[in-house]
């Protein structure tokens, strides 16, 4: 039991959502058995929910139905009555959310049941709800078709001149492009990731009609728009330009989780940039970043990813903004998966100390504080101490370090990227360590090798450790 879909269901609901399921269950309307009620309640009886041993069937069995012998199809049943009861509260619950579609889903039961003046005066809220939000993203241009075409179709069965015909049309237009053109930004980040190509479809064909006024003035097409412009067409800086301008003026169209993907794709492609050589785009992704933190974008579900964390970082201590750093990491910690808040926070220090300068204080946390759930960051880590070793001179902890490095991304499942960068790092390393100094042939060669390697987070220091024998 303990790994079927509806333990993994349960496992995500707030207290909120406990609340609110326990009373859909005691409505005769959505559910009729009491023993469907007895088994979500015994799920959050004394935490049952998290304790394994809890959570095998005998056990919940005998705690619904004391005074029964097991009856594994008697539990399987219960058990889907519960799953379906629960689905149709998601299902309620997310539908709820969307206050307009609702109004417009009601008034198109109005009109079919012939009761006009409900209709009229649903579909006038409609209308009021909707003209006062905030967010204007394709799912709000899809709503106003909708509303529109309810109101078209009601005047129709009236027999009575439409005259939103029109807009029925362009609303429909402007949903479509605004859908396709973040579908396809949504392709684009995925090519870029995993190397795979996607067909841009109708969009081509589509392009000239976009960039005319009536299109590209509405934010949910222009910002797609401006991100695929960014992404096709990478060495023009002036759609990067005006995409970020679009991000500033019209950012609070969209909600949380979609703004959220647009700042990614748009950090991702400065990323991108930087990995290619291009430096001042370090300054352009942390700004981002700053703005995201700062708004709150780039923190869902109360938490920060790893990565996102670690970047900023990163982007912070190569820009020297070591103040702000510090304090990023001690107020931000707080937004760290737990199991893992710890590692990253003494790394994160461990790279700020490196970089004031202070081995000592960066060892310390690296060698005596830190344990690594994360393979990059236990790699990461591993690198920054190889660093400090080479820089002080003691080659055999070095020696030493390099080879378990080694052995552990043989042994552990490292990702193609990360697993190269970091068997470059190893080899050029080594390399470093071997070479000798009155030979301008040798060091102009690995000169080269690592210019020319690719990946390797690593470079600039491995070049200025060579520009130094």
């Known amino acids: 039991m303990k790994k079927s879909q509806l333990i993994n269901i349960l496992k995500t609901f707030s207290a909120k959502d406990i609340r609110e399921m326990r009373k859909w269950l005691r409505s005769p309307a959505h559910n009729q058995r009491q023993d469907v009620v007895q088994l979500f309640d015994f799920f959050f009886d004394d935490n049952h929910l998290s304790k394994d041993e809890y959570l095998e069937k005998p056990f919940v069995f005998s705690w619904i139905y004391p005074k029964e012998t097991y009856d594994d199809a008697k539990m399987r049943q219960v058990m889907f009555f519960l799953l379906k009861a629960i689905e149709e509260f998601l299902i309620f619950q997310e539908i709820q959310k969307d206050e307009v579609n609702m109004k417009i889903v009601l008034s198109s039961v109005y009109r079919k049941r012939k009761l006009n003046k409900l209709f009229e005066k649903n579909i006038k809220l409609s209308e009021q709800i909707q003209q006062k939000s905030i967010i204007q993203n394709e799912r709000f241009y899809r709503n106003e078709y909708q509303l529109q075409l309810e109101k078209y179709t009601y005047l129709s069965s009236l027999n009575q001149l439409s005259q939103n015909i029109q807009k029925v049309s362009n609303t429909l237009d402007i949903s479509f492009l605004a859908g396709k053109l973040r579908q396809y930004c949504l392709m684009l980040s995925h090519q870029a990731v995993y190397q795979k190509e996607y067909s841009i479809g109708l969009l081509q064909s589509l392009l000239p009609v976009i960039q005319t006024e009536s299109y590209i003035k509405t934010p949910a097409i222009a910002i797609y728009f401006y991100i695929y412009k960014t992404i096709s067409e990478k060495e023009n800086k002036s759609h990067f330009i005006h995409l970020k301008e679009q991000i500033r003026e019209h950012g609070h169209f969209f909600p949380h989780g979609e703004i959220r993907d647009i700042y990614l794709m748009t950090i991702n492609y400065c990323i991108r940039k930087i990995n290619s050589g291009i430096e001042n785009f370090i300054r352009e992704s942390f700004e981002l970043y700053k703005q995201g933190i700062e708004k709150k974008i780039l923190i869902e579900n109360n938490l920060i990813t790893r990565a996102t964390f670690h970047n900023i970082v990163s982007n912070g201590l190569k820009l020297k903004e070591f103040k702000w750093v510090k304090n990023f990491v001690e107020d931000y910690q707080q937004f760290l ?32 504080e830190a344990h690594y759930d994360d393979i990059i960051i236990n790699l990461s880590a591993k690198t920054l101490l190889a660093k400090m070793y080479y820089e002080q001179e003691e080659i055999d902890v070095l020696e030493s370090l390099l080879e378990s490095m080694r052995t552990y991304i043989q042994r552990k499942k490292v990702m193609g990227y990360h697993k190269n960068n970091y068997k470059n790092i190893i080899r050029l390393t080594k390399k470093l360590l071997k070479i000798t100094p009155y030979s301008k042939l040798t060091r102009e060669k690995l000169h080269e090798e690592i210019s020319q390697v690719s990946p390797l987070t690593e470079k600039e220091w491995l070049l200025t450790q060579l520009s130094k024998i």
């Not at 926070?345 to 300068?357: D, G, H, I």
């Open 337 to 368: 998966e737990e199991k893992h808040r710890q590692g990253f926070v003494y790394y994160s220090l461990a790279r700020l100390y490196y970089e004031e300068k202070d081995y000592n204080q960066a060892m310390k946390l690296l060698i005596q």
